[in-house]
């Protein structure tokens, strides 16, 4: 199985380098539904990414940009998203549970019908109403930060 997602992984996403080198537009194709969980990721630029049904489950993400993602439908448990940009990206359907967010930037970035049970959200900037919605549904602790999601979102 490991084998099988880095064989999928090499063929499908670039370094950031030759991304940078390619204008950046070659890894928004070949990742969608992809299983990349439990990867490092931390040296690739998801920058609008096609990450719709991807399978990130602890992956580590931390530091990426994954801003302007297409990420509906996106398995994020358990992933590492401490200080990644999640500005402006669709990230309806996807699951969060468990993921530590800590420091993330999610301006504009749509959660709708997310779990995010168990996930740890300090530090993250929310605008009033994302932070209404995100309580309404908000419960479980971070098995990594042992945080409670409810602590994290400073959920009435
Ligand atoms: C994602 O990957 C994890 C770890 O390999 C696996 O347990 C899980 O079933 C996968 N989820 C989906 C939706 O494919």
Do not use: H
């Amino acid at each position: 199985m490991a084998v099988t997602s880095a064989a999928a992984l090499a063929l499908t996403v670039a370094p950031m380098d030759a991304a940078a080198v390619s204008g950046g537009g070659g890894l928004s194709e070949g990742l969608a539904g992809k299983d990349l969980s439990g990867q490092d990721l931390r040296k690739y630029k998801l920058t609008k990414a096609n990450l719709r049904q991807t399978n990130l489950s602890g992956a580590n993400l931390e530091g990426v940009s994954l801003f302007g993602s297409l990420s509906e439908g996106a398995v994020f448990k358990g992933a590492n998203l401490r200080n990644a940009d999640l500005e402006s990206g669709n990230y309806e359907d996807a699951d969060f549970s468990d993921a530590i967010m800590e420091g993330a930037y999610v301006n504009n970035a749509q959660f709708v019908r997310v779990n995010i049970k168990g996930s740890d959200w300090t530090d993250v900037v929310l605008r009033k109403d994302i932070q209404k919605a995100l309580c309404a549904i908000a419960d479980g602790v971070n098995p990594t930060t042992g945080v409670a999601t409810r602590d994290s979102l400073l959920c009435p």
